[in-house]
């Protein structure tokens, strides 16, 4: 006999407010406040980036927004006829696109080595050595490498001299930087990605490799037919999500590591942050630099929309939404 459909009373009974929905709400609760006190609330400030904004005697924040002038998007074209835009976008945007690649392959690379492990002990201590470069803030990091690349008493000059060589005056010499910010970049961050594919790839069932290998399949056959097809959605993932942060780049990175971004590095460092940051120490009015910045998040916004669009055209189960 088929089941008997639920009556209406039944559906009115399921819709009801259960202890769980209670329960799981409350969990919820603090993240939501979070997000409305840090996140949509300060959405209303975007309409400084459409104003000319200005200070008036005796009046609050709120009152001097109201009584600016609207300039519409005049602050906008500032910001994209501005002579640097073209070595900001480049700058950006290249930077980006390495440290996607990057910290993609290598962290993958390493996960499916340490995988192999058969040492549980070694495999830890690895995971850990490399991990802990991630909780380093880049003021701490800044300092270490300045004392690989100190002028006058760095190791890295100390070993040159040593050799023969001549000191280099790395903080003057922008050729090496490109070089020196993709190796911190992938430093830092190698050892958080490594543990986050290290968890999918310890997730596949090992009776896959057992098979595998009865079959006579290497470990590059392995890892080609079972464990990068097993970790896709993983890995199309993350590399949707580093490119809705595209348009950014890590201040700590360009700003602290380049010792406040010199003169001498302003073509090779310099990015939409910094240039955003030093207008605002500058005298840049306010409503150019928050029109820069909503630029950056309207352009992720269309980036992750985008990548998200043509992975669900070409595998749908693996599209974010």
Known sequence: ????????AQKRRRSKWTRDDFELSLLGLPAFIWFVLFSYLPMFGLVIAFKKYRIFPQQSFLGNLFLSDWVGFDNFKFFLKNNTFGMLLRNTLGYNIVFIVLNIVVPVGLAMMINELYSKRKSKVYQT????????????????????????????????????????MWYSEPK???????????????GYNMVVYLATITGIDTSLYEAAMLDGASKWQQAKYITLPLMKTILITMFILNVGRIFYSDFGLFWQVTQGLPNSLHKVASTFDTFIYSALQGSTPIGRTAAASLFQSTCCCCTILLANFIVSKIDKESAIF
């Open 1 to 8: 006999m088929s089941a008997k459909a639920p009556s209406a």
């Open 129 to 168: 050595a490399m991990f802990f470069p991630h909780f380093l803030s880049w003021v701490v990091v800044s300092y270490f490498v300045y004392a690989f690349l100190n002028p006058d008493k760095g190791l890295l000059n100390n070993i040159i001299q040593s050799l023969g060589g001549e000191r280099v």
């Open 176 to 190: 090496y930087w490109p070089f020196i910010l993709v190796f911190m970049n992938l430093w830092k961050g190698v």
